[in-house]
């Protein structure tokens, strides 16, 4: 077996889908979807088709730019897909793909264990800071 240097064996790693490796494709999409952005969106479509504005008002503190970004990053992704329709002014709505929707349950998990354990959280912020 010959012998492969470490630059190999991370391009290896890479194309085998590592996460633990920094040039992985997978890593890239593991930070996307960590972001706070990407999974209130994603909850936020869960109840079917959304306008931005709606988005928008629905996801308190997200700027007009980060909720734009956010859109544009996911559809490229595959997890949303957007509808124009042509009309003054033009209608843009955006709703989960089959890929989007498989995604979702792991979110909503993520938000039922954040929302329910946030009492144990804080009572461990504020032992940590008493220390």
């Given amino acids: 077996m010959p012998t492969r240097t470490a630059a190999q064996l991370r391009e290896e790693a890479a194309r085998d889908y590592d996460a ?19 999974s209130l969106v994603l909850l936020g479509l869960a109840d079917g088709p959304q306008r931005d504005s709606d988005l928008s008002r629905r996801i308190a503190g997200v ?3 980060m909720l734009t970004q956010t859109l544009r990053n996911l559809e490229r992704d595959g997890l949303i897909s957007r509808a124009v329709t042509p009309s003054v002014p033009v ?3 955006y709703e989960l793909t089959a890929l989007g929707e ?9 938000r039922e264990w954040a929302e ?3 009492p144990k959280v804080e009572a461990a912020r504020e032992q940590y800071d008493a220390l």
């Fill in 91 to 93: 209608r843009v709505d």
């Fill in 102 to 110: 498989s995604l979702l349950p792991l979110v909503n998990a993520i």
């Fill in 63 to 65: 700027s007009q730019k």
């Fill in 20 to 38: 633990f490796m920094a040039e992985c494709p997978a890593r890239h999409l593991l930070d996307r979807i960590g972001t706070k952005w990407v």
């Fill in 116 to 118: 329910s354990n946030m």
